[in-house]
């Protein structure tokens, strides 16, 4: 049987222990954090300063703030510090009061207008906590018809991270291809694509709206389907309004952004023309839908490195969801 530390070897492994818990909770490792202020405890039971970092740890890892609180009550007889854990306590049943009065000062919720476009939120939030997406700090908020946006469900403080989202629920050119017939006949059939992300987003959302076990249908469903707002889309008289804005400026290049937008759409009819020449059910998608999907995802696309490219699509924290 192993004999017990000394009390002052057991003290400093305590304290190294703690340190080491604070550098994991710092970088964000808040489970290994847990584990080692656990094991700090085992060896200092009574140490306030333990407990206490014990507690900030637990509501790192979002547990309810109230449990929190019921974890410190418990402890504080034992502690030898009674005051710093009864301080504590304090300031988090402040910050429980702050969050309750945030939520009741917000005067509008996720169910402010209804419809049809606050029901696609919602599935799409169930499908990304389903996914792993964490969006406790964050809510949708629709205050109009296709017009959304996004309130702090409760207090964020400086340094928090507002929502992660996993690998697994990333668009990649790789998950469209393995979850979209369509995407798979295209790029199966070595037709040249100069943006080639574009395209297979185009089929990804296409495929997935219609395929309701697709691991993409909420993602695809939550797509805007009036694009009106888009300059992309303007009539030549709407187009006469961008005149003086900075949409008219020269670039370097001598071209202004409606220059531009006017060859990108030459340059997405001649791609589509391809992939149709090349794929002729690509066709189900006609050339307007492919303007509008290419569109749509292009405003919502990532840079990262990534095995094809660099392109992804982050569902929630694209502008499907949060800024469109």
Sequence with gaps: MASKPAPEAAALKAKKLAEQASEAAFLSFHT????????????????ADF????????????????EVVSYLRGMTKDCDC??????????????????????KSTHCNLHSVGGEET????????????SGVDVSKIKLVEYAEDFRGVHAAKRIKKGDVIMSVPEKAVVTFESIVANSPLAKLVFDSGVKLEREMTTAMACIVHDARKDPKNYWHEYAESFPNDVSTYPYFYSEKEMEYLKGCSMERKNLNARSRVERMRENVGKCKEEYKSVCDKVREFAEISFKEYLTLTTLAT???FWVPTARGRCVTVPIVGKHCLAW
């Design 119 to 130: 029901k696609k939120l919602d599935r799409l939030m169930d499908w990304g906590k389903k």
């Design 82 to 103: 009674v005051e710093k854990v009864a301080k504590e306590i304090r300031k988090i049943e402040e910050e429980i009061t702050q969050d309750e009065n945030w939520a």
């Design 32 to 47: 290994k954090a847990l584990e080692l202020i656990d094991s700090a405890l085992s060896l200092a039971p009574r140490s």
């Design 299 to 301: 405003s919502r696309q």
């Design 51 to 66: 407990t206490v970092e014990r507690a900030e740890i637990l509501c790192e890892l979002g547990r309810p703030r109230a």
